[in-house]
């Protein structure tokens, strides 16, 4: 199942709603949002996914910051124009492309229920490469979920954005995003439990 814009702002405002709450239960299902494509519609939804593949090009988050695809991270013209020096794969279906000086970060995980991603240590990753004047190139497969989970994780951790913030602003400057409901539900238990994500400092 996955989590639209409108959705994301109610799973968002439910977690904060129950931050005061410890026992409280967090539940990004909105029957009227977030709906699981029935069978006839299986084959439309293939067909969009492997569109947005193969059209949708690489997306600035903001300088230094890409997000994309698969079929982005091996486009060695983008990589070469964006100036990318290092890779954060998200994808078990994609090996990384080698190329001299960039560096590759993966984390072979599926975009599918019960996902979990290790956020913490990937957004330090991001930073780190930043920090040391890299531009950095986040991927997944499509670029719509586990790419996006990552960034908006670096957006509150660094920029002290909320995650509504956070996904709004990934939304604007890709349109195909759509998180998976586990990643939003552990963007959103994050949040409320720990403030505003983690506020890491510089080190």
Not at 87 to 107: A, D, I
Not at 113 to 142: E, S, Y
């Amino acid at each position: 199942m996955y989590l639209a814009a409108n959705s994301i702002v109610n799973a968002s405002r439910e977690a904060e709603a129950g931050s005061s709450q410890q026992n409280s239960e967090y539940d990004c299902q909105e029957e009227e949002d977030a709906r699981l494509l029935p069978p006839s519609m299986w084959w439309n939804d293939v067909r969009a996914q492997l569109g947005n593949f193969l059209t949708s090009p690489a997306s600035r988050v903001e300088d230094g910051l890409w997000l994309g695809s698969a079929l982005n991270a091996h486009d060695q013209a983008f990589l070469r124009r964006a100036r990318v020096r290092a890779v954060v794969n998200l994808s078990r279906e994609v090996p990384n492309l080698c190329l001299p000086h960039v560096t590759h970060c993966q984390c072979e995980l599926r975009d599918e229920v019960g996902c979990q991603l290790p956020l913490r240590w990937l957004v330090r990753f991001i930073h780190a490469q930043r920090r040391a004047g890299r531009v950095v190139l986040v991927h997944c497969f499509i670029g719509r979920s586990r790419s996006v989970a990552v960034v908006c994780a670096y957006l509150m951790a660094y920029r002290g954005y909320t995650f509504r913030q956070a996904f709004a602003h990934v939304a604007r400057v890709r349109p195909v995003a759509c998180l998976n409901q586990d990643l939003a539900l552990q963007l959103c238990r994050m949040e409320a439990e720990e403030g505003c994500f983690l506020r890491l400092k510089d080190s």
